[in-house]
């Protein structure tokens, strides 16, 4: 059984950085796809990155350049660095992880653990 559990959110003025981080728990970490979604109130939840078995990465066209998605297989953690926060960023962000490698889009559906979120807001 996986658990994913998100720290580092917070406030933080508009240009500010934050590094949020998700322990996780469960089987073999390393040969899970991991990723970061958020969700702002009143809009559908949306991928902002992904990080693959061989550590390739994705992100969102929105984040691009300013946040960057890496893990720790030793310490069985996910990172995500963000860097030039805007009041956009504003959101409850999420880990997630699915068992395989990470498929071609960064969609939801693709992800079948999640952890609870943790809330960032630039203002």
């Known amino acids: 059984h996986v658990q994913l559990v998100e720290s580092g959110g917070g406030s933080v003025q508009a240009g500010g950085s934050l590094r949020l981080s998700c322990a996780f728990s469960g089987y073999a970490y390393s040969a899970h796809c991991m990723g970061w979604f958020r969700q702002a109130p009143g809009k559908e939840r949306e991928g902002v990155a992904q990080?693959?078995?061989?550590?390739?990465?994705t992100y969102a066209d929105s984040v691009k350049g300013r946040f960057t998605i890496s893990k720790d297989n030793a310490k069985n953690t996910l990172y995500l660095q963000m860097n030039g926060l805007k009041p956009e960023d504003t959101a409850m962000y999420y880990c997630?992880?699915?068992?395989?490698?990470?498929?071609?889009?960064?969609?939801?559906?693709?992800?079948?653990?999640w952890g609870q979120g943790t809330q960032v807001t630039v203002s």
């Open positions: 990080i693959n078995i061989d550590r390739s990465t």
């Open positions: 997630a992880a699915d068992p395989g490698g990470c498929s071609y889009s960064l969609k939801e559906a693709d992800f079948a653990y």
